[in-house]
C-alpha cells in the first residue's frame, strides 16, 4: 500500500470511528436503565459496523480457526497472544457472535481513535504500575462480568511484533478468577503484518484460532494456578500449528 492509499486508508477507518462512536448515548442510555442485555445489543451493532469499514478500507480478512468453539452465551474472558494494534480488530470480528470489550493498558489511551473505540466497546484501563488503580480495574470488570459483558486481555502486555509469542503474566488471570467466568483461548497469527512489519498499513488475512472452553470457574484454587502454564502453551502450540 502507497503513502497516499494508505492516508486514505487512515481516513476511512477513522470516519468509521468516529461513527461508531455515535452509538455511546444510546448504550448508556439502555446501561442507565439496566438494560446491559441491550447495551451489549448496540455494542455488538457498531462492533459489525467497525468491522466491516475497517476490513473493506484497509484490506483485512479475518480467518477464523474452529469458529465452533465460541462459546453461544457470555459471559466469559477472551484470553490471547498480542502482535498488533489489529488484534483488537481481528478478535471483534471473529467473535461476532457477541459484544467483546477490552481490558486494555493505560498507554493506549494515548492512540485516541482506537481509545475512544476500545471505550464504546464497555472496557477498562488498566494501569500496570499503579497497585491501587489495578485493585479498581479488577472491580471494575467484575462487575461488568456480573452484568453479561464479555472481555478480552492480552496477558504478554506488550506487542511482540511477530509470531514469537512472550510470556503471560499470571496476575492477568485473576480477572477470571474474581469474576468466575470461563476463559476462552485464542491464538492470533500474522497480525503484526497488518502495520506493525513496516510500520505502515498493509492488506492482509489475520488467523484467529479459537481454543476449547476452560472452565476456570469451576476449578479450584490449584487448578487455576496450573490452568495459567497450560492455557499459555495451548495458545502458543496454536500459533505453532496454523502459522
Given at each position: ?32 436503565r439496566g438494560d446491559h442485555a441491550e447495551a ?158 513496516h510500520n505502515t498499513f498493509n492488506a492482509g ?39
Amino acid at each position: 500500500m502507497n503513502p497516499l492509499k494508505n492516508t486514505i486508508a487512515i481516513n476511512k477507518v477513522y470516519r468509521g470511528f468516529r461513527k461508531y462512536l455515535k452509538n455511546v448515548p444510546a448504550i448508556r442510555a439502555a446501561q442507565a436503565r439496566g438494560d446491559h442485555a441491550e447495551a451489549q445489543r448496540i455494542i455488538r451493532r457498531g462492533e459489525d459496523y467497525f468491522c466491516d469499514h475497517t476490513g473493506a478500507s484497509l484490506g483485512i480478512k479475518v480467518d477464523v480457526i474452529n469458529p465452533e468453539n465460541i462459546p453461544t452465551e457470555g459471559p466469559y474472558l477472551v484470553v490471547a497472544n498480542h502482535q498488533s494494534y489489529a488484534d483488537i480488530y481481528a478478535l471483534i470480528d471473529a467473535f461476532r457472535s457477541t459484544q467483546i470489550g477490552f481490558i486494555a493498558k493505560s498507554e493506549t489511551k494515548k492512540l485516541k481513535p482506537l481509545a475512544d473505540v476500545i471505550r464504546g466497546t464497555e472496557s477498562v484501563f488498566i494501569d500496570r504500575g499503579n497497585p491501587r488503580a489495578a485493585i479498581q480495574t479488577l472491580k471494575e470488570t467484575t462487575e461488568l462480568f456480573k452484568n453479561g459483558y464479555t472481555l478480552a486481555i492480552f496477558p504478554e502486555g506488550t506487542r511482540s511484533h511477530s509470531n514469537d509469542m512472550g510470556y503471560f503474566k499470571p496476575g492477568s488471570f485473576k480477572f477470571a478468577q474474581k469474576a468466575k467466568v470461563p476463559i476462552v483461548p485464542v491464538s492470533i497469527i500474522d497480525s503484526y503484518k497488518i502495520f506493525e512489519e513496516h510500520n505502515t498499513f498493509n492488506a492482509g488475512t489475520i488467523k484467529v484460532v479459537i481454543h476449547p472452553t476452560v472452565h476456570f470457574e469451576a476449578m479450584s484454587r490449584e487448578e487455576q494456578n496450573a490452568a495459567h502454564e497450560q492455557i499459555e502453551n495451548m495458545i502458543r502450540s496454536g500459533i505453532a500449528k496454523y502459522r
